[in-house]
């Protein structure tokens, strides 16, 4: 059986996840423990990075390369087009979501997670003990903004990546409006890859994560709460409810309505 080495809130990891339920792959997921979990991944696969997937003796690394490795030893539903344009189009996208949604999309998370104590506890694992929920919760956010800018996460950057998000978002609901999928009229690597990647700016409905039920549907404020980008959220959701298994359907391992964020 596929194994896929991955983080669960990782939206690489989600973008593998969705491109191998959409592909009908049996697959287990093995939570990589941060710092020490990723040193021994290492030693597996040569990287420490999630996501990986382990295919027999095969380790990949890389979200792209994996998509791109599943399309050729399982070229049952494909993702990548034949037509020269549509593959254009369709790496091209790829590319882009990967760059400018998933590193964007991180930057808000972050943001939203240093303002709002409340949901910065609740995406603690919920085996994590009261104490440490009760510690992580006082933290201020004026402190978490301070320390987040000496590696790239502070106040202005979350809000030069809330703003080029808006305009990812409005692009992307345009786009769509009048079109089932990104490029053609079947799925394909870009519409796995920018559903996947967008996560963490709201969080599916259904049971596709293992995140607190309070979470689902929640995200990022003024992104996940704006009805102009109701069109790509839709599309999204109508995406995952055909081709996402709910949590549960796959192996787990032994090793391991639009709202914004303002849980009570």
Same mark, same amino acid.
Request: charged share 25%; hydrophobic share 35%; proline share 6%.
């Given at each position: 059986?596929?194994?896929?080495?991955?983080?669960?809130?990782?939206?690489?990891?989600?973008?593998v996840?969705?491109? $191998? &339920?959409? *592909?009908?792959? +049996?697959?287990?997921?093995?939570?990589?423990? #941060?710092?020490?979990?990723?040193?021994? =991944? @290492?030693?597996?696969?040569?990287?420490?990075?999630?996501?990986?997937?382990?295919?027999?003796?095969?380790?990949?690394?890389?979200?792209?390369?994996?998509?791109?490795? $599943? &399309?050729? *030893?399982?070229? +049952?539903?494909?993702?990548i087009?034949?037509? #020269?344009?549509?593959?254009?189009?369709c =790496? @091209?996208?790829?590319?882009?979501a990967?760059?400018?949604?998933?590193?964007?999309?991180?930057?808000?998370?972050?943001?939203?997670?240093?303002?709002?104590?409340?949901?910065?506890?609740?995406v603690?694992?919920?085996?994590?003990?009261?104490?440490?929920?009760?510690?992580?919760?006082?933290?201020?956010?004026?402190?978490?903004?301070?320390?987040?800018?000496?590696?790239?996460?502070?106040?202005?950057?979350?809000?030069?990546a809330?703003?080029?998000?808006?305009?990812?978002?409005?692009?992307?609901?345009?786009?769509?409006?009048?079109?089932?999928y990104?490029?053609?009229?079947?799925?394909?690597?870009?519409?796995?890859?920018?559903?996947?990647?967008?996560?963490?700016?709201?969080?599916?409905?259904?049971?596709?994560?293992?995140?607190?039920?309070?979470?689902?549907?929640?995200?990022?404020?003024?992104?996940?709460?704006?009805?102009?980008?109701?069109?790509?959220?839709?599309?999204?959701?109508?995406?995952?409810?055909?081709?996402?298994?709910?949590?549960g359907?796959?192996?787990?391992?032994?090793?391991?309505?639009?709202?914004?964020?303002e849980?009570?």
């Amino acid at each position: 059986m596929l194994e896929l080495y991955q983080f669960e809130l990782s939206q690489y990891s989600e973008k593998v996840r969705l491109i $191998l &339920d959409y *592909k009908e792959l +049996e697959y287990r997921k093995i939570e990589v423990t #941060p710092g020490v979990g990723q040193i021994e =991944l @290492l030693q597996k696969s040569g990287s420490k990075q999630v996501p990986v997937l382990k295919d027999g003796s095969t380790y990949i690394a890389d979200s792209t390369e994996i998509a791109f490795y $599943l &399309d050729r *030893k399982y070229p +049952e539903r494909p993702i990548i087009p034949e037509d #020269p344009l549509a593959k254009g189009q369709c =790496l @091209l996208i790829e590319e882009w979501a990967d760059e400018s949604m998933g590193l964007k999309g991180r930057k808000a998370f972050i943001g939203a997670l240093n303002q709002n104590q409340n949901f910065r506890t609740s995406v603690l694992p919920q085996e994590t003990p009261d104490l440490v929920k009760n510690l992580v919760g006082a933290i201020p956010g004026e402190l978490l903004d301070v320390l987040g800018m000496g590696v790239g996460f502070g106040g202005d950057a979350v809000k030069d990546a809330k703003k080029g998000l808006k305009q990812d978002l409005e692009a992307l609901s345009l786009i769509l409006q009048h079109k089932p999928y990104l490029v053609g009229d079947t799925p394909t690597l870009a519409d796995l890859a920018v559903a996947g990647l967008s996560i963490l700016l709201k969080f599916p409905e259904g049971s596709y994560l293992n995140i607190p039920s309070q979470l689902k549907g929640k995200g990022i404020p003024g992104l996940a709460d704006n009805s102009d980008y109701d069109v790509f959220f839709n599309w999204r959701d109508r995406l995952y409810a055909e081709y996402r298994k709910a949590t549960g359907s796959t192996t787990p391992s032994n090793d391991a309505a639009p709202t914004s964020i303002e849980i009570e």
